[in-house]
């Protein structure tokens, strides 16, 4: 079975500062990889994915991911991020076939400081 | 496109009774997942379903149930409510063609249960 861990449950940044979220999975099968982002009483939304090709991927507003296979990681990041940033992002894993189910880490909360 | 839409938005029941929650995907997928988000727990999947049948299952007891029509409009029913299964339940409305991969959540339903 697979396992998501998101290595801070809370990071707290200046705004127009450089940011990076941690993930690691666990997974004996190749995976998917996934961010999403959560505001305040919303679903989640897609930020971006690794589903293969390229390890580096960008996502939407302005954020990127680095999937890096023999360290299990998958951290996001974003060179500076803005007020509207705070939010909850969550690191999610897929693994391989035709399903849609997602293993999520527990999160972690993002607040940008003025 | 219009979105992932998912009624009622916000739910109070008591202990003991059941409930149904309502998922209508974007146009086009056929695929339905359901996601329970809780403080203590996070983001756990229910099930999934596809072009009417259940293709995976969480490890939730035999209370949550769902399904899907024909219009792939999704339900999920949770019998003899326990103060537990407060939480924010998440309908994804799910279609991966190729490369293309589509994967969009619903705002939620807010259960609480007194």
């Known amino acids: 079975a697979q396992s998501v861990t998101q290595l801070d449950s809370q990071v707290p940044v200046f705004e127009e500062a450089p940011v990076e979220l941690r993930c690691n999975y666990s997974s004996s099968v190749s995976v998917y990889l996934f961010w999403y982002v959560q505001y305040p009483n919303q679903g989640l939304q897609l930020l971006l994915k690794y589903l293969s090709g390229s390890t580096l991927v960008k996502g939407i507003n302005g954020f990127e991911a680095e999937f890096n296979k023999s360290q299990t990681s998958f951290h996001l990041r974003k060179p500076s991020v803005h007020i509207s940033d705070t939010a909850e992002y969550f690191c999610a894993v897929k693994t391989g076939g035709s399903n849609y189910k997602l293993t999520f880490g527990k999160g972690t909360l993002l607040t940008v400081n003025p | 496109k219009a979105g992932v839409t998912q009624t009622p938005r916000y739910l109070i029941k008591t202990r003991g009774q059941q409930v149904t929650l309502s998922c209508s995907p974007i146009?086009?997928?056929?695929?339905v997942s359901w996601y329970q988000q809780t403080p203590g727990q996070g983001l756990q999947f229910l099930f999934e379903?596809?072009?009417?049948?259940?293709?995976n299952k969480g490890n939730f007891p035999g209370r949550f149930s769902g399904r899907q029509f024909s219009n792939s409009r999704s339900e999920m029913n949770v019998s003899t409510l326990e103060l537990g299964d407060s939480a924010l339940y998440l309908c994804a409305s799910n279609e991966w063609a190729g490369a293309s991969y589509e994967q969009y959540f619903g705002p939620g339903t807010r259960l609480t249960v007194t």
């Open positions: 146009s086009g997928h056929r695929s």
């Open positions: 379903y596809f072009s009417e049948t259940q293709r």
